[in-house]
């Protein structure tokens, strides 16, 4: 029997539901659903057909990509009217000039002028967005493969068309090429770019499109296997785009017909959760360091896509998310909820054994240690290694590298070295923010070493440690809060302490974190390789 049921949708109409799609899920996968299109629901303008910024703050301008995630959860309500008219506008606004380098991407939002204008230069990554192939295109295929019923013919015509075009604009991507980054070492893009190739390829008997997304999608293999690692590793919000992208890998191949997507996903996407059980502290509610790539220090203040994983296996409640996530920061990434929630239970069956323990309470003290390799970024692989005790992570990596702030070059979101600990009531963290092309690293319990190989007289080491809400001042390592820190070194033990705050300070908070800065810099005349080594206790 079908449930029909009103719900109050958007802009607070009632909108007739039905309930059978929705219930058939498992009740966290319900929940993530239902609680982000609810969030999701008082951003969409109706008149237009688009959601609204979901961060606010936009002056009223919407967004392609959220639109896109909310109508896949409308065609999960069973509400084709809406999700059609969302999909038919953002195709409408596809990049349609194949001699552009963003043909067959998705704009950003309605209101951006033309890109590649006088007025509107095109800026890969601001202006126009490559991933955003990737992330629009995945979502029409989970939208075609899951709901083929509740969409129209013409408008499944118009989205293979699109998936088409994207994936024609994709092909143009070469990294090092007019300054684009993707090699197959871009774990997040890497994956979905495979997929959407062979997957459109095979839908349209287009063995070119389907040969080039296997081809593709064996170097990505061929990169994992070398340390079952993804070179992207360890990122609460990229490690979930990564799963996502595997997820689509195990899914939507055929398991007969030599996909090598379908071959080695179910393996891929076991590794790499068994690398996230053990950095994943349950207590603390984190992924222990070192982060590739973080857009936060601490998951329990930020909106990760991990986190929404860990709800749909665990629960909200178990999950790094509060009560209500929209106020998080990185607050848009819950807008991802209705992929996570639609692929939930598929993903449920494909976990390694144990998973779900481990997640939620700690497996013991224990050290993580793992390899991970970026080409052409990284000279060597990197080499990794995590402490995880009851109130205390410390979790390091080795890299040598050509640029610095890791392959995406942003020293905010690179944490090479990082500690996080309880106080009772906050987590506090101390990260080394990079400054170098090498570092050379040692994680012992209770103790973290840090060197630069090819560091100099100019070398700093400068620690962004956490400003803790229970104790507002911090005029050196006596006052943090919840551990004991001894540091030693061939540094000038005498450190320059700041404070970096929203409203004022030295500088600026990082990815919405307001932190105090203890850098070291090196002694008069110094020679030699700089040196620094922190003892904790608590
Ligand atoms: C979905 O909505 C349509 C009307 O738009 C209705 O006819 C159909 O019964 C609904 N499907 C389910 C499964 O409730
Ligand atoms: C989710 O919403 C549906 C109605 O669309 C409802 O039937 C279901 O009980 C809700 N599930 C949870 C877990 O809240
Ligand atoms: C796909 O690209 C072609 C140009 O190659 C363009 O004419 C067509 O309108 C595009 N289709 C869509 C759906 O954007
Ligand atoms: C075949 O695919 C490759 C890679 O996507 C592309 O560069 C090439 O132009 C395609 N050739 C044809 C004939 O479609
Ligand atoms: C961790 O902290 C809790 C609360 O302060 C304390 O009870 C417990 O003994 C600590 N564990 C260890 C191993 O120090
Ligand atoms: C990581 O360890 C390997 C030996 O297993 C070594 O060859 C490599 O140089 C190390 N990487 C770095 C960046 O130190
Ligand atoms: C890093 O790699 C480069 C290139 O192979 C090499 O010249 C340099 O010595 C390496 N640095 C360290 C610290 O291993
Ligand atoms: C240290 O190395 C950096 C980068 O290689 C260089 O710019 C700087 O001048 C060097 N400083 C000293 C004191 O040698
Ligand atoms: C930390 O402080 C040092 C010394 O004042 C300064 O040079 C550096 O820019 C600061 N770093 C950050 C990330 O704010
Ligand atoms: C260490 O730094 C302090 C403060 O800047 C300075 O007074 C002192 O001379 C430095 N010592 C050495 C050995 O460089």
């Not at 293979?160 to 197959?184: H, I, K, M, Q, W």
């Amino acid at each position: 029997m079908l449930v029909t049921l009103l719900l109050l949708g958007a802009a607070g109409l009632p909108a007739l539901t039905s309930a059978s799609y929705v219930t058939s899920m498992s009740p966290n996968a319900q929940g993530l659903l239902n609680e982000s299109m609810a969030w999701m629901d008082t951003f969409y303008d109706r008149d237009l057909g688009y959601l609204y910024d979901v961060e606010g703050g936009a002056a009223l301008r919407h967004e392609t990509r959220s639109s896109a995630w909310y109508a896949l959860g409308l065609l999960a309500r069973n509400d084709s009217t809406e999700a059609e008219r969302i999909i038919t506008n953002i195709i409408g606004a596809q990049f349609k000039d194949p001699s552009k380098q963003w043909y067959g991407d998705y704009q950003k939002y309605p209101e951006e002028p033309e890109v590649g204008t006088a007025a509107y230069p095109a800026s890969i990554y601001n202006s126009w967005d490559p991933n955003w192939r990737g992330f629009v295109g995945t979502t029409f295929v989970v939208m075609l493969e899951e709901f083929p019923d509740l969409i129209s013919e013409a408008v499944q015509e118009l989205m293979l068309e699109s998936l088409f075009n994207a994936t024609v604009g994709d092909s143009y991507r070469v990294g090092g090429v007019d300054d684009d980054n993707l090699y197959p070492s871009y774990s997040n893009p890497a994956l979905m770019r495979a997929f959407v190739s062979g997957w459109t390829g095979r839908r349209l008997g287009d063995q070119n499109m389907t040969d080039a997304g296997e081809q593709y999608a064996q170097e990505i293999v061929d990169l994992f296997v070398r340390h079952n690692t993804l070179s992207e590793f360890n990122s609460g919000t990229y490690t979930g785009v990564s799963l996502f992208g595997l997820l689509l890998w195990c899914k939507y191949l055929p398991a007969a017909g030599g996909s090598v997507m379908s071959a080695y996903g179910p393996k891929m996407l076991r590794d790499t959760w068994s690398a996230v059980a053990q950095l994943w502290h349950p207590g603390m509610r984190n992924m222990a360091g070192p982060w590739d790539r973080a857009y936060g220090y601490d998951m329990n203040r930020y909106v990760s896509l991990m986190a929404l994983w860990m709800w749909t296996l665990i629960g909200k409640e178990h999950s790094s998310l509060i009560n209500k996530p929209q106020v998080m920061s990185h607050s848009a990434d819950w807008a991802w909820s209705p992929l996570m929630a639609v692929l939930a239970d598929f993903h449920a069956t494909l976990l390694p054994d144990g998973l779900l323990d481990s997640l939620t309470s700690l497996s013991g003290e224990h050290t993580f240690e793992a390899q991970a390799y970026y080409p052409p970024y990284d000279y060597a692989p990197r080499n990794i290694t995590t402490w995880l005790s009851e109130n205390v992570t410390i979790g390091a990596e080795s890299y040598n590298e050509t640029v610095v702030g890791g392959p995406s070059t942003s020293q905010e979101s690179f944490n090479p070295a990082v500690v996080q600990w309880t106080t009772g009531s906050e987590i506090g963290f101390l990260s080394l923010y990079p400054t170098e092309r090498s570092l050379d690293v040692q994680v012992a319990p209770w103790r973290l070493d840090l060197s630069y190989p090819e560091g100099n007289a100019s070398s700093i080491f400068t620690l962004v440690v956490s400003a803790f809400a229970d104790g507002r001042s911090v005029n050196g390592w006596e006052e943090v809060k919840g551990i004991s820190v001894k540091v030693s070194g061939n540094v000038n033990t005498t450190h320059s302490l700041s404070f970096a705050g929203q409203m004022g300070g030295q500088s600026k908070p990082l990815r919405d974190f307001e932190f105090w800065n203890f850098t070291y810099v090196m002694p008069d005349g110094f020679q030699g390789v700089p040196q620094l080594s922190l003892e904790f206790s608590i």
